[in-house]
């Protein structure tokens, strides 16, 4: 019997992905952990999920995971594995995903009148320890959980793309606001960060030295929002 053509055997992947989101709804969003950049999507349905001995295991947000698929992808946004077949929980577990989008979240809801009448949000997660792809799944499912596409740049990057402009001579996005979370330098014993709403010169909101604590190894507690100040 002559050898299966190499073309036409089966090929194999894996890759290792942070769950960003969507654990209670077995809908995961991905962020890649091995460097792409890339955020995936994958529904958990028809997969085998194990943990590193074989045992059944639940996924839970900011948990790094292994998916096993077919070696191809789908480029869509979010991307999604070509044929998956089983996802490995490895048990290690960062949160910083999930703290700094339940902060994106708070302060989406303080001072709604900011968000009145926009179609548009920017994202800046630029001035954090999270990784490129950490930093794209945080976004949008910021941007998911508020039902707008959210837009990741910074505030000179959004201007010089002509999403801010000058209303009555201050700058201003008529049509969207910029969310931003700028980490300071922390001690060991707590997180220190910084978060703003701005949608002009006279409408923003920042929250300055917020902290969290730490209740394990890569695992903060509920963050404390620090001097409130507003324009």
């Known amino acids: 019997m002559s050898p299966e053509p190499a073309s036409s055997r089966p090929t194999s992947a894996s890759r290792l992905c942070r769950v960003v989101a969507g654990a209670e709804e077995n809908n995961l969003l991905l962020a890649d952990l091995e460097g792409s950049g890339e955020i995936y999507r994958l529904s958990l349905e028809g997969l085998t999920v194990q943990d590193e001995e074989g045992k059944p295991a639940q996924p839970e947000n900011g948990m790094e995971v292994r998916v096993e698929y077919s070696g191809e992808e789908n480029l869509t946004s979010p991307a999604t594995f070509r044929e998956p077949t089983a996802l490995t929980v490895t048990g290690e577990k960062e949160n910083l995903c999930c703290l700094y989008l ?17 179609s548009q949000v920017g994202v800046d997660l630029s001035a954090t320890s999270l990784s490129e792809s950490e930093q794209a799944g945080v976004i949008w499912a910021f941007g998911e959980s508020v039902g707008l596409f959210p837009l990741a740049g910074t505030y000179q990057e959004l201007k010089e793309e002509g999403y801010i402009t000058e209303v009555d001579g201050f700058p201003a996005w008529e049509d969207g606001c910029l969310l931003t979370i700028e980490e300071k330098e922390s001690t060991g014993e707590e997180l220190l960060f910084d978060a703003k709403k701005w949608r002009s010169g006279t409408g923003a909101i920042l929250w300055t030295d917020c902290a969290a604590q730490p209740v394990a190894p890569s695992q903060w507690g509920e963050y404390q929002p620090g001097v409130w100040a507003m324009a």
């Open 102 to 118: 339940q902060v994106l979240k708070d302060i989406w809801q303080a001072d709604a009148g900011l968000n009145e009448g926009i």
